[in-house]
């Protein structure tokens, strides 16, 4: 193995990533500004040099034949090398298995390895062999939130004890379906632990099981949730993908934070059977990916109808049939659009004056990247319901949905160590179980919960009417009120502010990576005073959102956007946080004990 040439190479990485951290100092953000900046600086210039030189020169290679990078590959560059043999999926699964050993005692993205990988490899490569591919999938590893059930050797614990040991009968749908389109269920992601609906003073990433995940781009970075693990792990490359689920936030937040693509689907399009809940109403499951491109991959994998889930027998396409998405990833989508901005969600004075000024900023600086590419901006297409208490309501919807939706899952289990039926027992569970760190970390939530609604959940009158107003505050008077007011194809906003209105109609949000905090920027913490919420080079997004089943749409514009900016690869984690195990590793080992 070529372990010298391999040094001087992380060495020529390490260099060029100071280089391109000075580099970006203003604030990443705008590419073209960025571009002629460099234009105009000689020492720049040789920067973005020695950036295109340095990404390839960080590929591995095995007597000349370069292998794909895993922390910035692609399903088609993983799907070419399996066809042509370069690699096999037995090959990935344990490239990423070694990554996974690398950075898994500080990272804590990783919760479980699938024993069974390695066999479920084997199969797959066997299939290949004998002419069988299911897909573009075929043999690539995915990782799953520890929230959507797998009917093998894997726990589903939303990273609490309470559930540690529980067996489902069967794979949820999402997990059957990426069975069946080939893919490799590698492992489970850590999460905010119960998706982030326990506590008013936990921190993002935490769980009871398997401790503080941590993002990769700032020390002690708080990796946002509760997808956290899903979205380190994709970030850094311990999978080609990850699977997060979402009710307000939690795919889009940790892709803003992670620097990633991410969709949060339509509610309904995507079967939250088996998945542990919060809420019916808001639940959904989603990509979270390097590209826009790859998400559309995995969401044409997931996507669809689901006997165990009526909300997907709502999906409107004719006999169910889900659009082509990745066909939908077209360079010339944002052609004529309209696009709107709810100023009055995220910019203020005070906003403007706080830690997210520089997201802000370079929010309103890709505005001329997107007229640039035919978009017409309508700008300051408010939503008035958020003023009118829409901004800060609808938890009780949650709390309603998740008293009766948690009783439904608990009952599904055929195997259930601590016999745990309601939300009461698991609160009391938590309670009185130590390593449950209660009452350091409380149970509001659940508190809340079970005192709203007389503990009916949703079954109460006083439900309906609270989820009906929301919808009103949201819809007519937010999101979609907004659409037909101004005639929008779609709405932007960066993403630490977009997801609110979306989770509350169920409507898609399309995630895309837009810039990083400057250098100078002001690092603060997360309200537990134990993450570093915002610093120097920690990423962040801009979201596409629309009405209901606009995916297509959505994913168009998302990847028109991403194919002029391209920041996921300009913004790159600490070195210390990046697995350095790459498939020519893998494979030059395999060939060495032929
Ligand atoms: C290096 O890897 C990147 C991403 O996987 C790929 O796009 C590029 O073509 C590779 N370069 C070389 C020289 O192999
Ligand atoms: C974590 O990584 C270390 C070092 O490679 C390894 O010994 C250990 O088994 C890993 N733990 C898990 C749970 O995979
Ligand atoms: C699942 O949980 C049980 C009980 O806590 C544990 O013994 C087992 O190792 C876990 N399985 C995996 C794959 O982590
Ligand atoms: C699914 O079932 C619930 C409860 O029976 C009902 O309230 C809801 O309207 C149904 N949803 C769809 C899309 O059919
Ligand atoms: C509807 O979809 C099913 C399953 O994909 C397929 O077998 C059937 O032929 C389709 N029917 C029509 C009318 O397209
Ligand atoms: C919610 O927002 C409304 C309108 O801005 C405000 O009057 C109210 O005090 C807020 N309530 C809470 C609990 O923050
Ligand atoms: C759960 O119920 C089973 C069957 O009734 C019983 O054998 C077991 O001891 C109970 N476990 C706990 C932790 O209470
Ligand atoms: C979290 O809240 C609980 C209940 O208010 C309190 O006892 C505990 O000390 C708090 N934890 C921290 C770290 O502040
Ligand atoms: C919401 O639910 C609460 C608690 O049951 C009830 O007091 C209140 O009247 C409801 N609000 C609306 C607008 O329905
Ligand atoms: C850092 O915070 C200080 C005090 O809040 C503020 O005056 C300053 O502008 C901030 N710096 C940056 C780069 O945001
Ligand atoms: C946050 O970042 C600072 C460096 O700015 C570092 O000293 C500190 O240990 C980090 N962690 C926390 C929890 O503050
Ligand atoms: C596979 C993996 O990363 N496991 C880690 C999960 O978190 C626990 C506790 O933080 C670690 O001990 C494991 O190594």
């Given at each position: 193995?070529?372990?010298?040439?391999?040094?001087?190479?992380?060495?020529?990485?390490l260099?060029?990533?100071?280089?391109?951290?000075?580099?970006?100092?203003?604030?990443?953000?705008?590419?073209?500004?960025?571009?002629?900046?460099?234009?105009?600086?000689?020492?720049s210039?040789?920067?973005?040099?020695?950036?295109?030189?340095?990404?390839?020169?960080?590929?591995?290679?095995?007597?000349?034949?370069?292998?794909?990078?895993?922390l910035?590959?692609?399903?088609?560059?993983?799907?070419?090398?399996?066809?042509s043999?370069?690699?096999?999926?037995?090959d990935?699964?344990?490239?990423?298995?070694?990554?996974?050993?690398?950075?898994?005692?500080?990272?804590?993205?990783?919760?479980?390895?699938?024993?069974?990988?390695?066999?479920?490899?084997?199969?797959?490569?066997?299939?290949?062999?004998?002419?069988?591919?299911?897909?573009?999938?075929?043999?690539?590893?995915v990782?799953?939130?520890?929230?959507?059930?797998?009917?093998?050797?894997?726990?589903?614990?939303?990273?609490?004890?309470?559930?540690?040991?529980?067996?489902?009968?069967?794979?949820s749908?999402?997990a059957?379906?990426?069975?069946?389109?080939?893919?490799?269920?590698?492992?489970?992601?850590?999460?905010?632990?119960?998706?982030?609906?326990?506590s008013?003073?936990?921190?993002?990433?935490?769980?009871?099981?398997?401790?503080q995940?941590?993002?990769?781009?700032?020390?002690?970075?708080?990796?946002?949730?509760?997808?956290?693990?899903?979205?380190?792990?994709?970030?850094?490359?311990?999978?080609?993908?990850?699977?997060?689920?979402?009710?307000?936030?939690?795919?889009?937040?940790?892709?803003?934070?992670?620097?990633?693509?991410?969709?949060?689907?339509?509610?309904?399009?995507?079967?939250?059977?088996?998945?542990?809940?919060?809420?019916?109403?808001?639940?959904?499951?989603?990509?979270?990916?390097?590209?826009?491109?790859?998400?559309a991959?995995?969401?044409?994998?997931?996507?669809?109808?689901?006997?165990?889930?009526?909300?997907?027998?709502?999906?409107?396409?004719?006999?169910?049939?889900?659009?082509?998405?990745?066909a939908?990833?077209?360079?010339?989508?944002?052609?004529?659009?309209?696009?709107?901005?709810?100023?009055?969600?995220?910019?203020?004075?005070?906003?403007?004056?706080?830690?997210?000024?520089?997201?802000?900023?370079?929010?309103?600086?890709?505005?001329?990247i997107l007229?640039?590419?035919?978009?017409?901006?309508?700008?300051?297409?408010?939503?008035?319901?958020?003023?009118?208490?829409?901004?800060?309501?609808?938890?009780?919807?949650?709390?309603?949905?998740?008293?009766?939706?948690?009783?439904?899952?608990l009952?599904?289990?055929?195997?259930?160590p601590?016999?745990?039926?309601?939300?009461?027992?698991?609160?009391a569970?938590?309670?009185?179980?130590?390593?449950?760190?209660?009452?350091?970390?409380?149970t509001?939530?659940?508190?809340?919960?079970?005192?709203?609604?007389?503990?009916?959940?949703?079954?109460?009158?006083?439900?309906?009417?609270?989820?009906?107003?929301?919808?009103?505050?949201?819809?007519?008077?937010g999101?979609?009120?907004?659409?037909?007011?101004?005639?929008?194809?779609?709405?932007?906003?960066p993403?630490?502010?977009?997801?609110?209105?979306?989770?509350?109609l169920?409507?898609?949000v399309?995630?895309?990576?837009?810039?990083?905090?400057?250098?100078?920027?002001?690092?603060?913490?997360?309200?537990?005073?134990?993450?570093?919420?915002?610093?120097?080079?920690?990423?962040?997004?801009?979201?596409?959102?629309?009405?209901?089943?606009?995916?297509?749409?959505?994913?168009?514009?998302?990847?028109?956007f991403?194919?002029?900016?391209?920041?996921?690869?300009?913004?790159?984690?600490?070195?210390i946080?990046?697995?350095?195990?790459?498939?020519?590793n893998?494979?030059?080992?395999?060939?060495?004990?032929?």
């Open positions: 193995m070529a372990s010298g040439p391999r040094q001087s190479k992380i060495l020529v990485c260099f060029v990533t100071t280089i391109v951290l000075s580099w970006y100092t203003p604030a990443i953000l705008n590419f073209y500004e960025a571009m002629k900046l460099s234009l105009l600086s000689s020492v210039t040789v920067a973005f040099a020695l950036l295109v030189s340095a990404q390839s020169s960080c590929n591995s290679s095995i007597n000349g034949t370069p292998f794909p990078s895993l910035d590959v692609t399903l088609e560059e993983l799907a070419t090398g399996l066809e043999g370069l690699f096999t999926s037995v990935l699964v344990n490239a990423y298995i070694a990554r996974i050993h690398e950075v898994n005692n500080t990272l804590h993205a990783v919760t479980q390895l699938n024993p069974d990988a390695i066999t479920i490899a084997h199969q797959l490569d066997a299939e290949r062999a004998n002419g069988i591919v299911r897909g573009a999938l075929h043999g690539v590893p990782l799953v939130k520890d929230n959507i059930a797998t009917a093998d050797a894997m726990n589903n614990t939303a990273g609490s004890y309470a559930l540690a040991g529980a067996r489902v009968s069967r794979d749908t999402i059957a379906k990426l069975r069946k389109a080939g893919a490799v269920i590698l492992g489970k992601t850590n999460l905010s632990q119960w998706a982030n609906f326990r008013d003073n936990s921190s993002n990433g935490w769980s009871a099981i398997a401790g995940v941590y993002a990769a781009y700032f020390p002690d970075q708080d990796p946002s949730g509760s997808s956290s693990g899903s979205g380190v792990a994709s970030s850094v490359g311990l999978a080609w993908a990850a699977l997060g689920t979402e009710t307000d936030g939690s795919i889009i937040s940790p892709c803003d934070a992670n620097n990633l693509v991410g969709i949060k689907p339509t509610v309904g399009l995507t079967s939250r059977d088996l998945v542990i809940p919060i809420s019916e109403h808001q639940d959904t499951i989603g990509p979270m990916t390097h590209t826009v491109k790859d998400a991959y995995l969401l044409n994998a997931i996507a669809g109808y689901s006997q165990y889930d009526n909300y997907t027998s709502a999906i409107p396409f004719p006999n169910y049939t889900i659009p082509d998405y990745v939908a990833c077209d360079f010339s989508a944002l052609r004529g659009k309209r696009i709107g901005i709810p100023r009055n969600v995220f910019d203020s004075s005070a906003i403007r004056e706080s830690p997210y000024a520089p997201i802000i900023e370079a929010f309103d600086n890709v505005l001329p007229r640039a590419a035919g978009a017409i901006i309508v700008d300051n297409t408010s939503w008035p319901g958020y003023d009118l208490e829409g901004g800060n309501r609808t938890s009780v919807v949650l709390e309603g949905d998740f008293v009766t939706n948690l009783a439904s899952y009952a599904q289990l055929s195997y259930n601590e016999n745990i039926t309601n939300l009461a027992e698991v609160r569970f938590t309670q009185s179980f130590p390593l449950e760190d209660y009452p350091d970390r409380d509001a939530v659940w508190d809340q919960a079970l005192d709203y609604f007389g503990g009916q959940g949703n079954t109460s009158p006083n439900f309906w009417s609270n989820y009906t107003l929301g919808l009103e505050l949201a819809g007519p008077l999101l979609t009120g907004s659409m037909t007011n101004y005639s929008l194809d779609a709405l932007i906003a993403t630490i502010f977009a997801s609110h209105f979306p989770a509350v169920g409507t898609p399309v995630t895309v990576p837009m810039g990083a905090y400057p250098t100078d920027a002001n690092v603060t913490q997360n309200r537990r005073g134990d993450l570093n919420a915002t610093g120097p080079g920690i990423p962040f997004s801009i979201s596409f959102m629309a009405e209901k089943w606009s995916e297509e749409k959505l994913i168009g514009m998302a990847y028109a991403e194919q002029r900016t391209k920041v996921r690869q300009k913004v790159l984690p600490l070195q946080n990046t697995p350095t195990t790459e498939i020519a893998i494979v030059a080992k395999r060939r060495a004990k032929l």
